[in-house]
């Protein structure tokens, strides 16, 4: 992959089918996609193959999958967490894809809220309420376990670290990863994540560049008392929410780090953009920022 390469995140194409997205990202200029599990599973859903995907991409690159979640699974959740994982990898391989992204949990903000509030959670809790070493360990364990299963089928893992949960932002999640000691594990530098569990640019500098895989640039609504749910706090469009969005990117960039950049939106007026015109945007905006 080139390097400062651009890719064009799911979210930029909306709800669009895989065809369309990968069109929207070669007439925009970009050098890959992020496409999710869902979008390629309705793909070969359709009767498609690998080989199509190969067809359809004729050049352009997948700079990872999204995504696995709540990777911190332990018990009879870890074997199943596992199997999940062994599929998502061989299908992110069958298309070509460098990397797959994996995410700690719980995932659903709705956890956190109800054990803020003391309430029953009908879900997945992860590894709330347990000590913070107690955490830290089980979290550790799954990552090398995974890592060792994408090193089959010669995959690269990123973790985004989500700023609900118990490991809220990379400052909690590099010692990880670094402790997981695997060639194959690393980063994602998501600006929404770690600005609300209160990074700053500062702290980006100084990120190892060989532990980040690739930067998702978004923005975000300033936080406050509540769990920040993706609903509220990332419906902001490019530069319309609180993160200093030039300052971050220079920041990633003073450390040397020239893998691949993407923007993420979960701003519900950009995912009614036209989504060609859309991509040409944000692909425009990515060249002037990187």
């Known amino acids: 992959m080139k390097k400062n390469a651009l890719s064009l995140h799911s979210s930029v194409a909306g709800r ?4 369309t997205y990968v069109r929207a990202a070669k007439e925009a200029g970009f050098d890959c996609i992020e ?31 999204g995504w ?16 999940e994982a062994e599929e998502l990898f061989a299908m992110a391989a069958s298309v070509g894809s460098h990397a797959v992204e994996i995410i700690n949990g719980p995932v659903d903000w709705h956890a956190v809220d109800a054990y803020r509030r003391g309430v029953p959670f009908q879900g997945y809790m992860g590894l ?35 700023c609900w949960t118990p490991i809220p932002s990379l400052k909690e999640a590099i010692p990880l990863v670094r402790e997981a000691d695997r ?5 994602v530098v998501d600006f929404y994540h770690n600005y609300i569990a209160g990074l700053d640019a500062g702290f980006l500098s100084h990120i190892d560049k060989d532990v ?7 923005n975000s609504q300033k936080p406050d008392d509540r769990v920040p749910c993706e609903e509220i706090f990332r419906d902001t469009a490019f530069y319309e929410g609180a993160v200093p969005v030039r300052e971050w990117v220079d920041a990633v960039k003073a450390t040397g780090f020239d893998g691949w950049w993407a923007y993420e939106t979960f701003s519900r007026r950009e995912a ?5 015109s859309f991509a040409r945007y944000v692909h425009r905006e990515l060249e002037t920022l990187v």
Not at 16 to 19: E, K, T
Not at 130 to 145: D, F, G
Not at 183 to 187: A, G, Q, T
Not at 272 to 276: G, K, L, N, W
């Open 272 to 276: 009614e953009e036209e989504v060609y």
């Open 212 to 218: 980040i895989l690739g930067v998702h640039i978004c």
């Open 183 to 187: 060639e194959n594990l690393k980063i």
């Open 16 to 19: 669009a089918n895989l065809s």
């Open 68 to 83: 696995l979640s709540d990777l911190d699974r332990q018990g009879h959740e870890f074997v199943a967490m596992m199997k």
């Open 128 to 162: 709330l309420g347990l000590p913070e070493e107690e955490i830290h360990s089980l979290t550790v364990k799954n990552l090398r376990a995974l890592a060792d299963l994408a090193a089959q089928f010669s995959l690269s893992l990123f973790f985004e670290p989500l």
């Open 35 to 65: 496409p999710t599990k869902v979008q390629l599973q309705y793909f070969f859903d359709g009767g498609h193959t690998a080989k199509d995907v190969e067809k359809l991409m004729d050049g352009l690159e997948i700079s990872s999958v």
